[in-house]
């Protein structure tokens, strides 16, 4: 059987990522495909029980480095549950969320040292590499008005302006890093707008879609 599809997407918070993925399931599923929606932190119920505690607003006593691992003890067991069985029986696996984020919000964000972060990035994700990612990016404050009327927010959501924008900058860097991987979408547009530049890198990476 041939290998599978593996897609993640990318960006701050109010980028329209949740919208975009369902959207992209549904056209690769008349397609064909058979495709796992996944996302991270999480992905399992074992995945899920990290994310509460990544995410809760009154852990703030978790340490950036403690952070740091249970995103990554949150990824080795996702990989190893959802990800790679899905890819190996030649599905198509579109991630909510993958390594890219840890690099925006732990490198950049909290400042934790590089090397740290690629020797777990190389422990843990090994070859469970994204075909394709997409980095839906638009500005802080546009994300703020987009979140701004959403329930309460998590322990991420509450961080400042700087941690937010560092974030931002993060995952352009990551983009610039790897533009053979990610492609940044301008996620200022209309939803519509924003599925057919989807569409559109897909096809020039030579992807059936």
């Known amino acids: 059987m041939s290998k599978g599809l593996f897609i993640s997407f990318e960006g701050i918070d109010g980028a329209g990522k949740t919208t975009q993925i369902n959207m992209l399931k549904a056209y690769l599923e008349d397609l064909g495909y058979t495709v796992t929606v996944t996302r991270e932190p999480g992905g399992s119920e074992l995945c899920n029980k ?58 950049a964000g909290r400042k934790i040292d590089e090397s740290v972060l690629n020797q777990l990035n190389d422990l843990v994700v090994k070859d469970a590499h994204p075909d394709v990612t997409f980095l839906l990016d638009l500005t802080l404050d546009v994300s703020l008005q987009r979140v701004s009327g959403r329930g309460e927010a998590d322990r991420l959501e509450l961080e400042g302006l700087s941690f937010k924008q560092r974030v931002r900058e993060g995952f352009l860097a990551q983009a610039n890093k790897h533009p053979e991987r990610i492609c940044v979408v301008d996620a200022s547009q209309s939803p519509d707008g924003i599925f057919s530049d989807i569409l559109s890198h897909l096809k020039k990476r030579g992807i059936k879609a």
Do not use: F, W
């Not at 809760?56 to 790679?84: F, G, P, W």
């Not at 030649?90 to 490198?107: F, K, N």
């Open 50 to 107: 990290i994310r509460n505690i990544l995410l809760d607003k009154d852990n703030t006593a978790l340490c950036s480095m403690a952070e740091l691992l249970l995103y990554y003890a949150d990824r080795a067991q996702h990989i190893n549950e959802v990800i790679a069985p899905r890819i190996a029986n030649g599905e198509c696996v579109i991630c909510d969320r993958y390594y890219d984020s840890s690099y925006a919000y732990q490198l």
